[in-house]
């Protein structure tokens, strides 16, 4: 089962989603937030794979309960939750450490199927509103850098991986980088950790925010 908690200060959000969620067969509601420091409470008490955050809330926002869930290395996983695409908190969350995002108004087996993604440590960066959403704001100059030792670092990477790299950061998965580059899957896998290790990146979410922010991808 995958173990799920619910961080919003809306109620009627927080009891749909435990609803719609607790009818998989598959995933347990095991815990609801009314905030972000509510968020990071519970996730230390019930242990969950992943953590669905809404970003706007009063007191401790959802960016910085992200931050300190994923600071916390607790292995939860961060799925933001947002009323519209282009949001620049949505942005700063992705940066922050969180594996992806939703609309709130997605439906019950684009939440469920989030929820399993993200949970199994992928990232939820297919759809092309996530690539909007990062090079929107990425290529704003008074954003500042993603880890600058990150950047520091990024002279390391082999030719391979940063081509690897950059079709992470276009929203391919590993499989689809394997065909793409006529590889097996299990090296593009090697790739993808080497280069989150030489980077100091946490996941494949972060590679990419990286990937926008040090201009290998072309916002458009």
Same mark, same amino acid.
């Given at each position: 089962?995958?173990?799920?908690?619910?961080? +919003?200060?809306?109620?009627?959000?927080?009891?749909?989603?435990?609803?719609?969620l607790?009818?998989?067969?598959?995933?347990?509601?095991?815990g609801?937030?009314? +905030?972000?420091?509510?968020?990071?409470?519970?996730?230390? =008490?019930? !242990?969950? @794979?992943?953590?669905?955050? +809404?970003?706007?809330?009063?007191?401790?926002?959802?960016?910085? !309960?992200?931050?300190?869930?994923?600071?916390?290395d607790?292995?939860?996983?961060v799925?933001?939750?947002?009323?519209?695409?282009?949001?620049?908190?949505?942005?700063?969350?992705?940066?922050?450490?969180?594996?992806?995002?939703?609309?709130?108004?997605?439906?019950?087996?684009? &939440?469920a @199927?989030? #929820?399993?993604? #993200?949970? =199994?440590?992928?990232?939820?960066?297919?759809?092309?509103?996530t690539?909007?959403?990062?090079? =929107?704001?990425?290529?704003?100059?008074?954003?500042?850098?993603?880890?600058?030792?990150?950047?520091?670092?990024?002279? $390391?990477?082999? $030719?391979?991986?940063?081509?690897? &790299?950059?079709?992470?950061?276009?929203?391919?998965?590993n499989?689809?980088?394997?065909?793409? &580059? #006529?590889?097996?899957?299990?090296?593009?896998?090697?790739? #993808?950790?080497?280069?989150?290790?030489?980077?100091?990146?946490? @996941?494949?979410?972060?590679?990419?925010?990286?990937?926008? $922010?040090?201009? &290998?991808?072309?916002?458009?």
């Open positions: 089962m995958i173990r799920v908690v619910i961080a +919003d200060d809306q109620m009627m959000v927080r009891e749909g989603f435990s609803v719609l607790n009818a998989m067969p598959d995933i347990e509601v095991v609801e937030a009314v +905030d972000g420091r509510d968020a990071v409470a519970k996730v230390r =008490e019930l !242990a969950p @794979d992943v953590v669905l955050m +809404d970003i706007r809330m009063p007191g401790m926002n959802g960016i910085e !309960a992200t931050r300190e869930i994923v600071a916390a607790s292995g939860a996983k799925l933001v939750l947002t009323t519209f695409d282009l949001d620049e908190y949505v942005y700063q969350a992705l940066r922050a450490g969180a594996s992806g995002f939703l609309l709130k108004d997605a439906s019950a087996r684009r &939440l @199927d989030g #929820v399993r993604v #993200v949970a =199994e440590g992928e990232a939820l960066l297919a759809p092309s509103v690539r909007r959403l990062i090079t =929107e704001f990425s290529k704003l100059s008074e954003v500042p850098r993603l880890m600058p030792s990150a950047h520091a670092a990024y002279g $390391e990477l082999t $030719e391979r991986e940063t081509e690897v &790299l950059v079709l992470i950061a276009q929203g391919l998965s499989a689809e980088i394997a065909a793409h &580059l #006529v590889v097996a899957e299990s090296t593009i896998k090697t790739h #993808v950790s080497r280069i989150l290790v030489k980077l100091g990146l946490r @996941d494949r979410t972060q590679a990419a925010v990286f990937a926008y $922010e040090a201009r &290998l991808v072309t916002p458009g």
